[in-house]
């Protein structure tokens, strides 16, 4: 892989806590062998994050469906979440964590893709099971990695 050194910024060290060691041993194998620096955005996920990502692209009804407080509706943004249970993610118990790349450029999926060769090869290094949100059939979710 890549000659360039990259490490783990403090906050994004800050964002692994809480999360399961073995994701988070990936995570920092990752940065040692990517061709692309990146940064951890969200680790353990707080249940009022979970009302906000839910909210995001469903309405007031939607939400106050599902328990969330309407006041999270954003039917206007984009959905960021595919999940029935607004508090069923992996990031709630720490089984997950989103990263991207770093400068941050959402539109350039080559660098989500750089991120994900490293990441599937520290885990294949490290004999750790997991999952590229960016390899999903129904709906892609590119800067996340979960332990399955």
């Known amino acids: 892989m890549s000659d360039k050194k990259y490490v783990l ?3 994004s060290l800050s964002r692994l806590e809480g999360v399961h060691p073995n ?3 990936i995570v920092k194998r990752a940065i040692q062998i990517t061709d692309q620096d990146f940064m951890v955005v969200e680790g353990v996920r707080t249940r009022e994050q979970c009302m906000i990502n839910w909210g995001k692209g469903r309405t ?3 939400c106050k ?3 969330i407080a309407e006041k999270y509706a954003q039917p206007t943004l984009a959905k960021v979440t595919s999940l029935s249970d607004p508090f069923a993610s992996k990031h709630v118990k720490g089984h997950a ?3 991207v790349p770093w400068q ?3 539109n350039d999926l080559t660098k989500f893709k750089a991120i ?3 990441m599937k090869q520290a885990a294949k290094d490290l004999g750790i099971s997991m999952a590229w ?3 999903w059939k129904s709906f892609k979710d590119y800067p996340h990695y979960e332990l399955v």
Request: proline share 0%; hydrophobic share 50%.
């Open 9 to 11: 910024s403090k906050l």
């Open 23 to 25: 994701l988070v041993q």
């Open 60 to 62: 007031a009804a939607q």
């Open 65 to 67: 469906a599902r328990g």
């Open 97 to 99: 964590v989103d990263l």
């Open 104 to 106: 941050i450029d959402w």
């Open 116 to 118: 994900s060769i490293a």
């Open 133 to 135: 949100g960016g390899d």
